[in-house]
């Protein structure tokens, strides 16, 4: 499945320029940035923190999901990354289970900062056959 190119509003161009700042990534020098969007139109920033025990770096998007859930919002419709790189980055594997454990049918919006090339998919075509709530027992007889 081929990502779409797609256009965005230039003023998340904007202020994703601005919140990327505060990426905290002294180890990759690699600075990314999210904003979840929910259905009813709250926006939700997140960008990447990482730590010197590597493995325990938080990668952006699952920051800004967590400020959705934290505002008491599920609803998530549309998740975008921005990088400063030349291409736009999808999300990692755990971003992408936890982007479909909300909506599979989340759109994800991949752009560069550098060159506003913006790409799109759906999170079940990053993340096809999922493990999802679905495949767990109801109760311990199922
Ligand atoms: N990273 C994100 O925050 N989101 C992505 O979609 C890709 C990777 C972060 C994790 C780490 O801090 C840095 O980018 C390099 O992997």
């Given at each position: 499945m081929s990502a779409m190119s797609t256009d965005i509003d230039p003023t998340l161009l904007e202020k994703a320029k601005k919140v990327i700042e505060?990426?905290?990534?002294?180890?990759?020098?690699?600075r990314v940035a999210a904003l979840v969007a929910t259905s009813d139109g709250h926006h939700y920033w997140g960008v990447n923190v990482e730590n010197?025990?590597?493995?325990?770096t938080i990668c952006a998007e699952r920051i800004a999901i967590g400020a959705a859930l934290t505002d008491?919002?599920?609803?998530?419709s549309q998740v975008y990354v921005f990088v400063e790189s030349n291409q736009p980055v999808p999300p990692c594997g755990a971003c992408r289970q936890v982007i479909t454990e909300f909506n599979p049918d989340a759109e994800i919006i991949a752009c560069s900062l550098r060159t506003g090339i913006c790409k799109r998919w759906r999170a079940k075509e990053l993340l096809p056959e999922a493990f999802t709530l679905d495949y767990i027992p109801k109760s311990e007889n199922a």
């Open positions: 505060n990426a905290y990534a002294p180890y990759s020098n690699f010197a025990s590597y493995g325990l008491g919002k599920k609803n998530i």
